[in-house]
């Protein structure tokens, strides 16, 4: 890392930029090392969570403190807009469209399509969803419906299901770059290490294949189904087929 880092700080001065030292620092995932980075001879802040893109990256590479924050901003663009969830001349269908526009894109924003769809999480943020439609339709005790009822009347899917939409359009756009590029790479790159005690976690990795084996495709056909975008879509409206049937 210290090599690389004294390549790219000296390739800037060649052209005449200077690294800012304060403005960078060094997350460390899954290694052992602790010897300190440095620029110009002084050493780089150590951090245990950075934020890129508005999505928060952590030292164990999980997605909870990212969904925390993304349900603390949601939350305030929902409160933010309260009197139009409280009007009485918008209609349901306005308010929802507008719920969609407004509020999902802050929750599910770039990022969530690399989120790993387990339970607690998809759970949390389903609960947090689900809420604010309630809310929105006002949906009170006694007059309770179920979340089917509710998606069916709204036009809405479930948060997983959205996820994996947005994961298998952003494979698509992947695939389609070349093949040298490491974010196409990274899609079958499955890392060898030695896992912690416990029950094993599924990884971005086996969420994909587990998807690929339900469509029954494998990644050289996928790559080449990539390159037409209307067959892709098709294949992730199918894709999307499969999930609201076995959630029936």
């Known amino acids: 890392m210290q090599e690389k880092t004294t390549s790219v700080a000296a390739a800037s001065a060649a052209i005449g930029l200077n690294i800012h030292k304060g403005k960078n620092k060094v997350l460390r995932y899954n290694t052992a090392c602790t010897?300190?980075?440095?620029?110009?001879?002084?050493?780089?802040?150590?951090?245990?969570?950075?934020?890129?893109?508005?999505?928060?990256?952590?030292?164990?590479?999980?997605?909870?403190?990212?969904?925390?924050?993304?349900?603390?901003?949601?939350?305030?663009?929902?409160?933010?807009?309260?009197?139009?969830?409280?009007?009485?001349?918008?209609?349901?269908?306005?308010?929802?469209?507008?719920?969609?526009?407004?509020?999902?894109?802050?929750?599910?924003?770039?990022?969530?399509?690399?989120?790993?769809?387990?339970?607690?999480?998809?759970?949390?943020?389903?609960?947090?969803?689900?809420?604010?439609?309630?809310?929105?339709?006002?949906?009170?005790?006694?007059?309770?419906?179920?979340?089917?009822?509710?998606?069916?009347?709204?036009n809405e899917i479930p948060a997983e299901e959205e996820i994996r939409k947005k994961r298998w359009k952003w494979i698509g756009h992947t695939l389609r770059k070349a093949p040298d590029c490491v974010t196409r790479q990274a899609h079958t790159w499955n890392p060898q290490c030695r896992w912690r005690r416990g029950s094993p976690r599924n990884t971005l990795y086996q969420e994909t294949e587990i998807d690929m084996r339900k469509m029954n495709k494998n990644w050289m056909e996928l790559e080449k189904r990539a390159q037409d975008r209307v067959g892709w879509r098709m294949l992730v409206s199918g894709l999307c087929s499969i999930w609201s049937n076995r959630r029936k």
């Not at 409280?86 to 894109?105: A, C, H």
């Not at 389903?126 to 809420?131: C, E, P, W």
């Not at 809310?135 to 419906?145: A, D, G, M």
């Open 35 to 154: 010897n300190s980075v440095t620029i110009d001879g002084e050493n780089l802040e150590d951090v245990k969570t950075i934020t890129y893109l508005g999505s928060i990256i952590d030292e164990h590479g999980s997605s909870d403190a990212d969904v925390k924050a993304r349900i603390g901003k949601a939350r305030a663009a929902y409160l933010q807009l309260r009197n139009i969830w409280n009007s009485k001349q918008l209609s349901t269908n306005t308010k929802v469209r507008i719920f969609n526009t407004n509020f999902k894109t802050v929750l599910l924003s770039t990022g969530a399509e690399t989120w790993r769809t387990m339970k607690a999480i998809i759970q949390k943020i389903q609960v947090f969803i689900t809420s604010c439609i309630r809310k929105i339709l006002r949906i009170r005790w006694p007059n309770t419906i179920s979340n089917n009822v509710l998606w069916e009347k709204t």
